[in-house]
């Protein structure tokens, strides 16, 4: 019933984890006990963190902690929303993680991130450039694809509203990816 599929599902088995395409660029993998959720301020790529430990801030332009507290916090979880702290202080955050929602799979520029899972539990994230489609080798467009993560407890994954940055989120860690034209060339 499927076997129209199977080309793809053989490409993405074969796929290993690499460095995604320029102009983006793994900045920095935090690890993070009990991560519950996260969500980006809608006007910065400052990444709101909540989990069994608190809350935190996280910059990802520079991967850089800017902001933590200890105090449990559960209120408004399942409203998929969360009061920020530091830079993030007044202001009511989106939130994906353990109680559901999500954040953008798309750029403004038509970068994308899909999930795929094969082989349950696990789940790959693959970062996709512009014109291209993860079912693109099934008709005439292109399939230019990156995984850029794999693993069985993928919580959240996408873009800042910004474009210019994206996480994937497990329940242990974050990898923070970004592609301001700072990058040096390491």
Aim: charged share 20%; net charge negative; aromatic share 8%.
């Amino acid at each position: 019933m499927y076997e129209h599929l199977e080309p793809l599902k053989k490409k993405l088995l074969v796929l290993s984890i690499s460095t995604p395409p320029i102009p983006w660029k793994l900045v920095a993998s935090v690890a993070i006990g009990g991560l519950r959720s996260v969500g980006f301020d809608r006007n910065s790529d400052n990444l709101l963190i909540v989990s069994s430990q608190g809350r935190g801030v996280l910059d990802c332009i520079t991967g850089e902690k800017i902001a933590r507290d200890y105090d449990e916090y559960y209120e408004n979880e399942v409203y998929l929303e969360a009061e920020g702290i530091g830079v993030l202080s007044n202001k009511i955050i989106r939130m994906s993680g353990l109680c559901g929602g999500g954040l953008p799979v798309s750029t403004k520029d038509s970068w994308t991130l899909e999930s795929v899972t094969l082989n349950w539990p696990e789940q790959m994230i693959i970062l996709l450039p512009p014109n291209s489609f993860l079912y693109g080798s099934l008709s005439i467009h292109k399939d230019d694809m990156t995984k850029v993560a794999e693993d069985s407890c993928v919580i959240a994954y996408g873009f800042s509203y910004t474009g210019q940055a994206f996480i994937v989120a497990t329940t242990s860690e974050i990898n923070i990816f970004n592609r301001r034209v700072n990058h040096d060339s390491q």
